[in-house]
């Protein structure tokens, strides 16, 4: 009797694990044979380790774990294959399932990555915001070579260009945002792309999320940033 209670008191414990874990992502990393998969999020302005898998021979993985609410996350790679560098993916992560799809080679840059609503919403912003930033490098490239010329003109010319693609950038982030209001993604993404935005600008598309986002993790974060950028002006 005893030794039945025990098997039903630990199949009882294996299934409230098993229910706890809302969440799961998995994939394959093509090319991997030896390494390391990280899972992992930022706590405290630090990175901390969730879960880990060590791979031999199979590149397909998978991680479990329960979740409060939508929040980003990462996979990292530490590659023991001699190849000198490691590599990290950010993803969504929110109740529910996810597939990445990456390679050895480029882990970050050939990475896809299936996931539901904030996932998808950030991908999206993420193709755009790759715009900005090739032709960010390329005005920088020719500032550099005016520079250089001494050509006044020149050098006046791709200074308002820069100023005027950085303002582009902030304008998109910003009705992407508003677009996106009721996803949790929307307050990320101000944080990530424009903490340093105009403090009434921040505040303006704070105010159009819904209740349920503002009081989100990373509501509360751009609700504090926008407190603090405030305090400063009137100092």
């Known amino acids: 009797m005893r030794r039945f209670l025990a098997l039903l008191l630990l199949a009882c414990v294996v299934v409230a694990c098993s229910e706890s874990k809302n969440f799961t992502v998995s994939g394959t990393v093509k090319g991997l044979k030896k390494g390391t998969l990280y899972l992992q999020r930022i706590q405290d302005t630090a990175l901390i380790n969730l879960d880990s898998i060590v791979v031999d021979g199979d590149p397909e993985f998978e991680f479990s774990l329960n979740i409060e609410e939508p929040e980003v996350m990462y996979l990292h790679l530490d590659k023991v294959d001699g190849s000198g560098y490691d590599d990290r993916i950010l993803f969504f992560a929110e109740p529910g399932e996810m597939n990445i799809t990456t390679s050895l080679k480029n882990f970050e ?107 989100s993790k990373y509501g509360k974060q751009l609700e504090k940033l926008i407190e603090e950028r405030k305090a400063e002006e009137q100092n």
């Not at 912003?125 to 032709?135: A, E, G, I, P, S």
């Not at 993604?185 to 921040?202: G, W």
């Open 109 to 215: 840059g050939f990475a896809a990555v299936i996931g539901a609503e904030n996932q998808m919403r950030w991908t999206e912003f993420q193709k755009m915001n790759q715009k900005f930033n090739d032709k960010n490098l390329d005005l920088i490239k020719g500032s550099y070579e005016a520079q250089i010329s001494g050509v006044q003109e020149d050098i006046l010319k791709y200074d308002d260009s820069l100023q005027r693609l950085l303002e582009s950038k902030y304008r998109y982030t910003g009705q992407f945002a508003s677009t996106h209001a009721s996803l949790e993604m929307a307050p990320f993404l101000m944080l990530s792309q424009i903490p340093d935005a105009n403090v009434t600008f921040l505040d303006t598309i704070y105010n159009r999320f819904p209740k349920k986002i503002q009081r």
